[in-house]
DNA sequence: CAGTGGTCTAGACCACTGG
DNA sequence: CAGTGGTCTAGACCACTGG
């Protein structure tokens, strides 16, 4: 913990999540913060600021700084049961791959425009299906494009999660999401693979990925049985 | 403009929006801005980390402050039409109302779990259609938590638009959303009013807003026709 | 009115990037 | 090495909230 803003921020951000600051209270004021650390107003201002940009907190002149109700964490898929509808946990998942992850071309024409860097380089190819429960709920093709990420090790993905790998191997993150969604008849192979009935109703959704590299996206295509889940994101 | 700090932000803004800076590009060093201005350099920071917040800049230490891609304006909801994919214009969408928006009770049980305070105040409910080229896209039912809004005025929703309305009229802003996706059957009310066939596949959408009033959200409850249009959300 | 957070100054030392 | 952004000090005046 090198830095003074740092130490204050950590330590209100503990007290706030072990439920010593409650939503809705005050924290010390910023004089009160600048005594205690014996630090200068503007380093205490940086650790609030801080807390304010990840929505602890919200400041209000001439009053101090008051505790946000937590939001809730960014799920950009999670299955539900129509019962839990919402706030409760969402249902664990196991993946299954179709085929092995796979370097390949994009397909022509794809579902979103790509650069020219995108098309000219390999991608990534991920089949699989997600299922809840031994239910299959979920097919999903997934395609990494290859021309930023060097030496992409096929051999294997950190438990299961693509993301996961990428954040941790790659420091790439995911920044921002855009999705087209809309409602299908089920093929015949997307019924066999999602144990539905042929012309069943299936959600479909197309996404792109924004991560924290600039014109890196992840590109998705997804076929969800949605008769005993719903798919839910949140942001 | 009462603030430096303000004015020095909107000038490097408004120069990144007219390409004077392109992306990529990097912007005077803070030292150079501290001089064309006459001000303070924790100032300029403060210029330079409302652009950082904005996700227009990036800045990188030792080299300088660069100008990022833009990321896509949040959309809660746009039409599509599958040729456009994305990065196209949305279409234009009108909207009629199924009947006046009226107040009264949430409904029991309702499709979220409400906290004490919406159960036993009323709210307000709307139904409508939004239409793309005279075509029924979607069935809209929202409900509006008047616990927490004195006085609201069902008049007229500026701009046919509840959220518009909201913002301006009362400050409240969307800062979150979590939803519930799901394909259904279409009921024949439901494909009466789509335009659709009886059991043709709808997407059914369950919405939860958070605002920026801590514990007021608002909810809808969505049919969608995505026979002719794909539905879009992006954050 | 006293107390709060918002803006601002004019410096300082540091860590990092690139030549 | 000179130049960049990151952290920090010890003040100042201001706008806003509530009693």
Redesign the pocket.
Known sequence: M??????VYQDLKSQIQSGEYAIGD?????????EK?????????????EL?KEQLVT???????VVQPPRPTLALLSIKGFSEAVGKENRKVTNIFLKPPSVSNFPKPFFYPLTDAEQTHSCLYIERIRLTDETPVMLEFTYVPLDQIQDFDRSGLINNSLFKTLEEKYKIEIVGLEQDLRALEADEDTAFLLKIKHQSPVLHIYRRYRTNVPFLFIYSSLFCATDKFAIGSAW
Chains 1, 2 share one sequence.
């Open positions: 090198p830095h003074h803003y740092q130490k005050y924290l010390p004021t910023e004089k009160m913060l600048c650390y014996s630090i200068a107003r503007v380093t205490v201002r940086q650790a609030l600021n304010v400041r209000i002149q001439g009053k101090g700084s």
